[in-house]
């Protein structure tokens, strides 16, 4: 048993544990706008009324993007392609995790484990009482 084999494999098995109770719901009340901003209305995403909070937003000019909020007052978005090879995250945990090689980052987008060495790629975002605007 290799090193590598063995972190893929307890990887898996933390996917496994963690994916379904801690995924990122999809967004609800978005609105693309022409100039390819995106909107999020917070009353239909109520999981963002607390820190931590996250929604997944998937196929936003062939993106996925998330926002999370980050703190009382802030919100975070980050795009959801690996800054490795550009493959797909999806959350484990309080994580992002890369599907091909396990790279590992936080919910705002800090690289954690290799072998992505970049952060993922954060959007800008204008917040109100009712509404995040994502670009």
Same mark, same amino acid.
């Given at each position: ?14 996917? +496994?544990?963690?994916? !379904?109770?801690?995924? @990122?719901? $999809?967004?609800?009340? *978005?609105? %693309? ?5 995106? &909107? ?21 000019? +062939?993106?996925?993007? !998330?926002?999370?909020? @980050?703190? $009382?007052?802030?919100? *975070?978005? %980050? ?5 490795? &090879? ?29 072998? @992505? ?19």
């Amino acid at each position: 048993v290799t090193r590598r084999g063995a972190l893929c494999a307890l990887s898996l098995v933390s996917v +496994g544990i963690f994916s !379904a109770p801690n995924a @990122a719901t $999809a967004a609800t009340g *978005v609105k %693309v706008l022409p100039s390819g901003k995106v &909107q999020v209305t917070l009353k239909s995403n109520p999981v963002l009324r607390k820190v931590g909070g996250v929604v997944r937003i998937d196929d936003v000019q +062939g993106r996925s993007i !998330a926002l999370v909020r @980050a703190s $009382a007052k802030s919100y *975070v978005a %980050v795009n959801l392609l690996c800054t490795h &090879q550009g493959g797909d995250l999806v959350q484990t945990g309080n994580q992002w995790q890369c599907q091909e090689h396990q790279a590992t980052f936080t919910l705002a987008g800090k690289n954690l484990v290799g072998p @992505a060495t970049k952060a993922l790629k954060q959007l800008p975002v204008k917040a109100t009482a009712s509404m995040v605007t994502i670009g």
